[in-house]
């Protein structure tokens, strides 16, 4: 979480901290381009840690002695339960950096998040559908493995991924360009960039967000997830 954070602001303002924002913002790209660019990057940075925490993990079972590896188990956990959940932190850290537009202030709101999630998990009130990127963690035995915890997972990651299909259409409407950063320019700028397909976008999100949010409430309501 600590190098998303930090990463997502020096992806953010890389080009105007080298003072190039102006020369990048004049090159014939689509739009969405950087926006996409960044957060993919992100990504990668993300699995590139994971992969070696993968590493590091099977080096110490043998270095213990535990030779009944199983790599298998270790991708499926990472790449398939773990990642997805951080790319989600991917996309709310370079929305956060985008919409504030302060990379110093986008980096302290993105630490009170993660000082949030972990105060509320210790205090019992981590509700899974409020705190953006957050549920319980599955559980798994060597018996039956993730058991119906994965459908629970999936449904999670559904519902806060339309929350973050709304926050890449916000960020690709107010992404800057340009020297003049005043919020009047700036909302001048994102009613030019509210296109069909950003308006798609977060309709598209909006409709899941609140689809799978109302029946993930229902659930929890009558004892279920």
């Known amino acids: 979480?600590?190098?998303?954070?930090?990463?997502?602001?020096?992806?953010?303002?890389?080009?105007?901290?080298?003072?190039?924002?102006?020369?990048?913002?004049?090159?014939?790209?689509?739009?969405?381009?950087?926006?996409?660019?960044?957060?993919?990057?992100?990504?990668?940075?993300?699995?590139?840690?994971?992969?070696?925490?993968?590493?590091?993990?099977?080096?110490?079972?043998?270095?213990?002695?535990w030779f009944g590896l199983?790599?298998?188990?270790?991708?499926?956990?990472?790449?398939?339960?773990?990642?997805?959940?951080?790319?989600?932190?991917?996309?709310?850290?370079?929305?956060?950096?985008?919409?504030?537009?302060?990379k110093y202030l986008a980096n302290f709101l993105m630490i009170a998040w993660v000082v949030a999630a972990l105060l509320l998990n210790g205090a019992g009130q981590n509700h899974p559908l409020l705190l953006y990127g957050v549920w319980p963690d599955p559980a798994y035995s060597a018996m039956n493995g993730f058991g119906h915890h994965l459908l629970r997972e999936r449904l999670y990651l559904l519902y806060w991924s339309g929350a973050a299909l709304m926050?890449?259409?916000?960020?690709?409407?107010?992404?800057?360009?340009?020297?003049?950063?005043?919020?009047r320019e700036r909302l001048r700028l994102a009613r030019r960039n509210l296109t069909p397909k950003v308006l798609t976008c977060f309709g598209v999100g909006l409709a899941v967000f609140a689809g799978v949010g109302g029946f993930l409430a229902w659930e929890l309501s009558s004892g279920g997830y």
């Not at 997502?8 to 913002?25: H, K, P, S």
């Not at 689509?30 to 080096?59: D, E, I, N, Y």
């Not at 951080?86 to 504030?100: N, P, T």
């Open 1 to 65: 979480l600590a190098a998303t954070v930090l990463f997502a602001g020096e992806l953010a303002w890389r080009e105007r901290e080298t003072r190039i924002a102006q020369m990048v913002d004049a090159l014939p790209v689509a739009g969405w381009l950087p926006l996409a660019s960044k957060t993919l990057a992100l990504a990668g940075l993300q699995a590139c840690l994971l992969l070696l925490a993968m590493v590091s993990g099977m080096l110490i079972q043998m270095f213990k002695g």
């Open 70 to 102: 199983e790599p298998g188990l270790y991708l499926h956990a990472l790449f398939t339960l773990v990642l997805p959940q951080y790319a989600l932190v991917a996309v709310l850290a370079i929305a956060v950096q985008v919409i504030v537009n302060h």
């Open 167 to 183: 926050l890449l259409a916000l960020a690709r409407a107010l992404w800057p360009r340009g020297v003049d950063d005043a919020w």
